[in-house]
């Protein structure tokens, strides 16, 4: 097992960040860690790394425990902050020197050039970071995370805040190096997880609201589907709420909704009597059968 994580819970203050979680990763599995932002994730990466110690509960990475053998976890894992911390002002080839000696990397220099190739930062080695746009600095932080070759990868959101064109490429790269380790990835980004994982944890609120391998999800969780529904006018969430059969709500942009039922029979005809009885007109409107941003919202919505 990569990661044994045992009853975690932790505390800011009085607020639960984590409560009671539990789950294990086995060796070469890649996790999709999913969650609304302010669910738990980037704690309990933090935790799994060292950096922040459980309030309760214990971790442990590679069989060691990371409240008494920490170094023994760094050494293993590679780890890619959420707001990836560079120093924008070194060189990228100074600052993966830096990192090398950090881990006290024996020849610093191939290393350093097989990472550079790995992630793709051959054509900007020798600029500083700073003059690099988000999508290469987030290689940098790659390669600073994989430099001492470590049998699990932590990536904490390591998409966010890319274009198109960089997700992509991030998105590959993070499919490449997960054919080799242990990967717990987080997001908020349902099709991330779709494109890269074998399995995803959904959290909310610091606690576990699904688990399971990505293929079976649909199976797992009960049945349900969504209703993308546009109108020509402005109209209360609480009207939508009350229409027979819808269970959750959520504005899109403009006019547009999100209706979330968990009916066995289709709901539009109730949706266009409303529409007809309000004097609406439905300018476009869409089932999607039961994916995961279905089951993601159907979890994770508040009520
Ligand atoms: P996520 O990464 O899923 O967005 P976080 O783990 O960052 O969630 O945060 C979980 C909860 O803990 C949030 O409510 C957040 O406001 C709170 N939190 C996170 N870090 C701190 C901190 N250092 N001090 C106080 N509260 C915190
Ligand atoms: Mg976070």
Not at 50 to 65: A, K, L, M, N
Not at 88 to 111: C, S, T
Not at 205 to 226: F, M, P
Not at 229 to 257: N, P, Y
Request: charge should be neutral; hydrophobic fraction near 35%; include cysteine.
């Amino acid at each position: 097992m990569s990661i044994q994580i045992k009853q975690v819970s932790k505390f800011y203050g009085s607020q639960k960040a984590l409560d009671s979680v539990s789950f294990d990763v086995s060796k070469g599995e890649i996790l999709g860690f999913l969650g609304p932002n302010g669910a738990g994730k980037s704690t309990m990466m933090k935790i799994i790394t060292t950096y922040i110690p459980p309030s309760e509960g214990s971790v442990s990475v590679c069989g060691f425990d990371t409240a008494t053998h920490s170094m023994d976890v760094r050494r293993r894992v590679g780890y890619l902050p959420e707001h990836n911390p560079l120093y924008l002002d070194m060189y990228v080839r100074e600052y993966l020197g830096f990192i090398a000696g950090l881990h006290g990397i024996k020849h610093p220099q191939q290393r350093i050039k097989t990472m550079i190739e790995q992630t793709g930062l051959g054509l900007e080695q020798n600029k500083k970071i700073g003059a690099l746009s988000k999508g290469y600095r987030q290689r940098v932080g790659l390669a600073q995370a994989l430099i001492h070759d470590p049998e699990v990868l932590i990536l904490d959101e390591p998409t966010s805040g890319l274009d198109p064109n960089q997700l992509a490429d991030i998105r590959a790269l993070i499919r490449e190096v997960g054919k080799e380790k242990t990967l717990m990835f987080s997001t908020h980004i349902m099709q991330e997880v779709e494109a890269v994982c074998d399995r995803v944890i959904i959290i909310d609120t610091g606690k576990i609201v699904l688990d399971g391998k990505a293929n079976e999800l649909g199976q797992k969780s009960s049945k349900g589907y969504r209703i993308l529904v546009e109108f020509d006018r402005e109209i209360s969430r609480g009207s939508l709420q009350a229409i027979a059969g819808v269970m959750k709500v959520t504005r899109l942009e403009g006019q547009q909704w999100e209706l979330y039922s968990e009916q066995s029979s289709d709901i539009r005809p109730e949706i266009f009597k409303f529409a007809v009885e309000q004097q609406l007109t439905v300018l476009t409107i869409n089932r999607i059968e039961q994916d995961l941003e279905s089951i993601f919202r159907q979890l994770t919505a508040k009520k």
